[in-house]
């Protein structure tokens, strides 16, 4: 059973990244011809290790200047995970955080209209424009309130694409993404999740900080997430009501920082942490707690999550156990 996958011409534009690679080893597994196109920014989740196994061919091109034509001509679907990704990063370098998630969107936009107009797109987006929660769960229709420049241009990005679909008729979904951990995942600093350096202090026999403590955050294991970005392409072929949308994705239910942490070092059978206060320019964009209301793409496509947060957190921690070593420092 490849699930309709078998010989589908498949892109993922970060696909050498955390969530990128783990969908090209899904979509590889699955029987599909996938090609990764990836800048392999430093800074990022970028690796070509991550896509060791998977089958993918791996293509380094920025989506800012290559020629998309080759890459997209003829391909079935289009998973679209390259980002700049970075909030703190985004506050000091907006132009570029604006480059990659809004300009080099429209010129992606343009390649597939003139090489596959008929190709399917899911788009990575993310809670992150939502802001600081006015209720919880928070549902698709909460106000838009992005608390730095990433926010702005993510929020751009996925409504370029979702306007295609309502002037061209292409057919786009858009998963607004929860926390996602698992292996492969950035664990040199806390650039890509606060939980890649808990996972790395940990391993190292170090204390992890915990800054507040109190923050509730619903986590998404990467096969979850995964899983979601495949049901959403394969329902973009009839399931009436998901092309045009955007979906909330969560994960496991809502747990504090501090239980998280607990959580974590029952994961690994050791560790400590600290509890800190926000460093200043964090606080300045911190959203408090989240947790999503995904009821909509559930009842549409029957997606559920099914890796617990202790399962996921117990798999990724032994994942890097041995692979800790290769993920210390970015490719050149
Ligand atoms: N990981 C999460 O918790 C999370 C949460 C919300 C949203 N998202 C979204 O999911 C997507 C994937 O995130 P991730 O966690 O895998 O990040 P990641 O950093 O691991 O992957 C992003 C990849 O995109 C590549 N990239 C960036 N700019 C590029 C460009 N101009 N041209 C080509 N490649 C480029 C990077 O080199 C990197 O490999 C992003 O769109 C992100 O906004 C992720």
Redesign the pocket.
Known sequence: MDGGWRRKRVLV????????SALCHALGQAGAEVVA?????PG???RQANLDGSGARLVR????E?DLAPLVEGIDVLF??????SHAGSQTDPFTDLA?NGH?QLRLIAALRAGAPEARVVH?????FYGRPQLLPVPESHPIAPPDANGVS?FAGEQYWLLEHRVHGRPVASL??????GPR??VMDAR??FLGIWVRRILEGQPFEVWGGEQLRDF?YVDDAVAAFMTAAAALEGTEGVAGQAFNLGGAPPTSLKDLAEAMIAAAGEGRYELRGFPADRAAIDIGSYHADDRAFRALTGWVPRVGLAEGLRRTVDWFRPNLPAYLSDES
């Not at 091109?61 to 800012?64: G, K, M, V």
């Open positions: 534009t970060g696909g050498a990244g955390f969530l990128g196109l990836d800048a392999m920014l990022t989740g970028a091109a920025d989506l800012r290559a679209n995970m390259a980002a700049q990704t990659i080099a990575a987006s993310t809670r992150q993510k607004r993404l929860t926390n996602c951990y995942m950035r890509q999740t998404a």
